[in-house]
């Protein structure tokens, strides 16, 4: 922002800030204020409503017991009748203890009759009714005797006229049953009762206010009630033009300020111009010796000191500019490590000139691995000079080893050491370690050659590895302003590094479950399909489990959802212990698990499941109580097996039938596994198929059979198979 802007800038917050700030406190009070009073009014509705209802309740309890109260059994439909005459209820039913109706009054309101002792109405209310017991003089149930009164438009307008507020009744869905609002504003009101909670007030975008009024004990009506709003018309409007002229004002005060004020800088903002667009030569006329003149004199030197560097960093920028631009493509174009360091080792030796360079990478056992070498052929004493992994520097031996244990940078002449440390040999060298984005800054000994190695080793500086570059022409030694530039390089390759692994971590993490480790529901997609294609192809066969954990809300719910976690760990972890490394474990959501087995027939997934029946039922699961003391959780699992093809022609289909056949145990008594039942036969035209595929006379698939060769129950993978998780055991 130019000096203009900025004095500008500034007037117009001095001036415009209090304006704001008045408008904002002047919209906001009236709408608390308007907020505040349609509160009062649907909080004293809300009371009228149910002082009302209670009323109503109160009434038909009276009309109900009035009834009930008759001693003569014949006599009560004659006092039905009366208490009807008399406008004390709508309708009287008197029921007897099996539930049959004994008598009801003539024309009463259709069902369903919602209990005035309810606490929430389960469906379209169409009447109240009170409800008392039926009893003989000696105590004994006769069954019951209700009064009721039709919830219809009216009740609800007499609600509407009691109050002096909109009131509309919803039924258990939440859509409108019967309500006293207009047509334009139902659909609004109606969104905004759901958005309501409690006694909290919501309000719709044209102005009304909104509370929800039950269903509660006493009040099983679910209602809504709403007021419009009492702002003035036209408050914001107004409010918003008075911000507007006002600001109008004070762009134009400050414009003339900041340009009177300015117009002194002008020149100096010229020859500033013409410097940006590349003409060094321009200076500016020292006219005064105020601040302005000084400012003119610094850049008139400025300028004459800045085109001296101009022309020596030119042809170095340049070539600088074409290294880095291949590197950033290289870099985003691909994930190939050996790829990327080639290009940083050949970048980072054409800017600084070098020779020769090596790219090292840290092992798991301490030792430096060159990964990318070039102009070293023969000079590290190994078998195979042209390989760049037999460039082996253990860390803290030689230049090399002290660059990674230290984290710090060394450069210099070399000297050999009496004792090989297997690195190149070389006249000058300059070595940069690099490590992690996030790891901790380096830690080690003074940036000089022949300095002992420091304490901490290379895993404590979140060392990766190193990037040197050797010899420069004319035997010269590397400057400081070489180190800068290898530094640059080295965060690349630390960058590059970085990102492989995390590309590594993204891939693994993308297809497992982070709670068990077991294969995730995505994966499930995968390799349902794959398994299924494979099985089509050999003419085998594949079985399916659905295994969901018995009445799991319940160990939430009582221990908590840490020990919940508990139990789908060890459950995991239990499963991959019983099935094969060929076998596939999955976490569909929740509680619910998905094993596959492929080359297993239903003979074998039975005892699968079985076993796994057994060792999750035999071994309760250990976690922590609400105390800190281990408790002991009953666990059980019910399981449904399908076969692929027997019970389902795809994928998808299979996992259904899975799934219904996990319905079926769990309605049979949970703790316990179930077969899918074979589809129903439909027209088919007979074709040829392979042995394997066909199902025994006893009803139970077999994989393997005909002229494959004999397997074990539950039948082992021979063809290729997608990576397998580890069995956990």
Known sequence: MTLRGRLTAAFLTVVLGPVLLGAFFVGSTLSAVDRGRATERLGLAAAGVRTSVDALCQQLRAAADAVALVADPAARPRAADQVVGRGLAAAVQIVDTTGRTSYATLGGPAGPWQDCAADAATGPVRALAARVRLRDPAGADLGTVAAAQPVDPAFVARLAAVTGVGVTLLDDPGRITHTTEDREVRAAVLAAAREADGDRVTDTADGRYVRRVGPSPGQPLPLVLSVPGERPPGLYAALVGAVVLAALLAVLAAWRLARV?????????????????????????????????????????????????????????????????VLGDTLASTHDLQRILRVILHSAI???????????????????????VEGLDGRWPTEDPADPATLRVPVGAGVLGRVAA??????????????????????????????????????????RPGHPPADDDAAECGALGVLALYDRPGADEFDDGDLVTLRTFAG?????????????????????????????????????????????????????????????????????????????????RRVRGEIREVDLAFRQGGEEF??????????????????????????????????????????????????????????????????????AAKAAGRDGYRLARAPDPVPTQEIPVVAAAVSPPDGLPRAGAGDA?????????????????????
């Open 594 to 663: 998905v094993v596959l087995l492929p080359e297993t027939d239903a003979r074998g997934a039975t005892i699968v499941a079985e076993r796994l029946g057994s060792v999750v039922r035999d071994q309760p699961v250990r976690v922590e109580g609400h105390t800190g003391e281990p408790i002991a959780v009953p666990v059980t699992v019910s399981i449904g097996i399908a076969v692929y093809p027997d019970h389902a022609a795809g994928g998808q289909q299979v996992l259904d039938a899975a799934d219904d056949a996990l319905y």
């Open 261 to 325: 004020t300015t117009r002194p800088l002008v020149e100096l903002a010229g020859a500033v111009d013409r410097v940006a667009h590349g003409d060094l030569t321009a200076r500016v006329p020292v006219r005064s010796r105020d601040e302005i003149g000084r400012l003119a004199g610094a850049f008139n030197r400025m300028t004459r000191e800045t085109g001296s560097y101009v022309a020596a960093l030119t042809s170095s920028r340049d070539q600088l500019r074409g290294h880095l631009t």
């Open 406 to 447: 230290t984290g710090e940078p060394l450069r210099g002449r070399w000297e050999p050491a009496e004792q090989p440390t297997g690195e190149p040999s070389c006249e000058t060298y300059v070595a940069v370690p690099f490590a992690a984005p996030r790891a901790a800054e380096p830690r080690g000994g003074p940036d």
């Open 709 to 729: 060769a004999p397997v074990a129950q539950g039948g082992a993978s021979s063809g290729p198979h997608p990576p397998r998780q580890s069995r956990g055991r």
């Open 350 to 372: 054409a800017a600084t000139g070098a020779r020769a360079g090596a790219v090292l990478l840290l092992d798991g056992d301490g030792v430096l691995v060159g990964q990318c």
């Open 492 to 572: 690349h390759a630390a960058v590059a590094v970085e990102n492989v692994r995390v590309h590594e971590e993204a891939q693994r993490l993308s297809l497992t479950d982070p709670l068990t480790g077991l294969w995730n529901y995505r994966y499930l997609r995968e390799s349902i399909r794959r398994e299924v294609e494979r099985a089509n192809r050999f003419g085998r066969m594949l079985s399916v489990l659905a295994l969901d954990l018995d009445r799991f809300k319940d160990v939430n719910d009582t221990w908590g959802h840490a020990a919940g976690d508990a139990v789908l760990v060890e459950f995991a």
